[in-house]
């Protein structure tokens, strides 16, 4: 299991002597139990890990330029273009995903689908983000949503530039998504990648990811004859913060909403 996880703030509170006090939480997600992290049927072996966003945003493809807006700035003519980290992950749940075909067959793919199941909701799974979709949603993710909603010309600007952004690092060959459904995996060869979903990891609950349809076993001719489910038990990890005067330590979930955490 990653141990980096979304972080994000949740109050600012004021101590006893005016001392400020930043309240932060965390998720992540595990495999419950960890030992089923990794499962193997047939000739496919199927790992999976909750990503680790901090060391996506280490990767240079998620630095970005994009139109920001000075004080005085009125009209989009004002603007100007600035690095900022812009990573498609943010607000998503996203897994990282290796797929092992331990067969001396070549084994397709594209009748496998993937879908998060939240709690016991069996009839509103939901898929696995292609990358299609994913370039279809854009308007959804937090920074674009923001300047969008204000309205002005200079606001859609910046939006439309964070889009563009992001449509560079999801095009970007090393942004790759498992959920292809043109996907094939040579004997012996391992392809891995993430499962991205188009939920709030802060609103995720335990459930499960399930992979249908998995081809385990092709004839001769390489025809599939046998598929396989392959279900993941998921649960959130909850950590909680208080930085004080630059200096950050963990505390109990009691502490956290005792002190105004949401």
């Not at 897994?95 to 067959?105: E, G, L, M, P, Y």
């Not at 459904?181 to 709030?200: Q, R, W």
Request: glycine share 4%; aromatic share 10%; charged share 25%.
């Amino acid at each position: 299991m990653h141990k980096t996880a979304l972080i994000v703030l949740t109050a600012l509170v004021f101590g006893s002597c005016g001392t400020s006090v930043r309240l932060s939480k965390s998720v992540d997600f595990e495999v419950d139990p960890p030992n089923m992290s990794e499962q193997t049927k047939q000739s496919v072996t199927i790992s999976m890990d909750f990503a680790n966003y901090e060391e996506n945003a280490k990767d240079p493809i998620y630095k970005q330029s994009v139109l920001a807006a000075g004080l005085l700035a009125t009209e989009p003519s004002e603007l100007y273009a600035e690095e900022q980290i812009v990573d498609p992950l943010i607000s998503k749940t996203a897994f990282f995903v290796r797929i092992k075909n331990n067969s001396d067959h070549i084994l397709r793919m594209k009748d496998a689908r993937v879908a998060l199941i939240l709690g016991d909701n069996m009839d509103d799974p939901i898929p696995a983000y292609q990358k299609q979709t994913m370039l279809s949603d854009l308007d959804s993710y937090p920074v674009v949503a923001k300047y969008i909603n204000k309205g002005t010309a200079m606001n859609m600007a910046i939006a439309e530039s964070y889009k563009e952004a992001l449509k560079k690092i999801i095009n970007n060959g090393k942004f790759k998504l498992i959920n292809d459904v043109s996907m094939e995996i040579y004997p012996d060869f391992t392809v891995s990648g993430l499962l991205v979903f188009a939920t709030n990891p802060f609103e995720a609950t335990k459930g499960k990811v399930t992979f249908f349809d998995v081809t385990t076993k092709v004839d001769a001719a390489g025809n599939p004859i046998e598929k396989e489910r392959f279900d993941f038990a998921i649960k959130p990890l909850w950590k909680f913060y208080k930085t004080s005067k630059g200096n950050q330590e963990e505390i109990d979930e009691a502490t956290y909403k005792q002190l105004g955490g949401k």
